[in-house]
């Protein structure tokens, strides 16, 4: 597995409000972005894993849908996270 326990914890305190908080969106978003880059990089050495390139294009629907929500709740944590992890709108 390329994330370990561990490093899934850090990713959760570091974007959530504790390590426990797997939940908040901003621990999701975080956690989709982590998938993301090691899914692309993936498909730079492989470019027919067709299989691999739908879990990518599914992964990042799934992260737009948290951060519009996130644009609905609270523009501010949206603002946070987008910055803290170098997204493009």
Sequence with gaps: MYLTKEDKEKLFKK?????????????????????????????????????????????VGKRRALLDYLTKKDIMRYRAIVKELGLRK
């Design 15 to 59: 974007h959530g409000k504790n390590a426990q908080d797997t939940g908040s969106a901003e621990g999701q978003i975080a956690l989709f972005t982590q998938r993301i880059n090691h899914l692309t990089e993936h498909l730079k050495n492989n470019r027919k894993d067709f299989n691999t390139e739908r879990s990518l294009v599914k992964l």
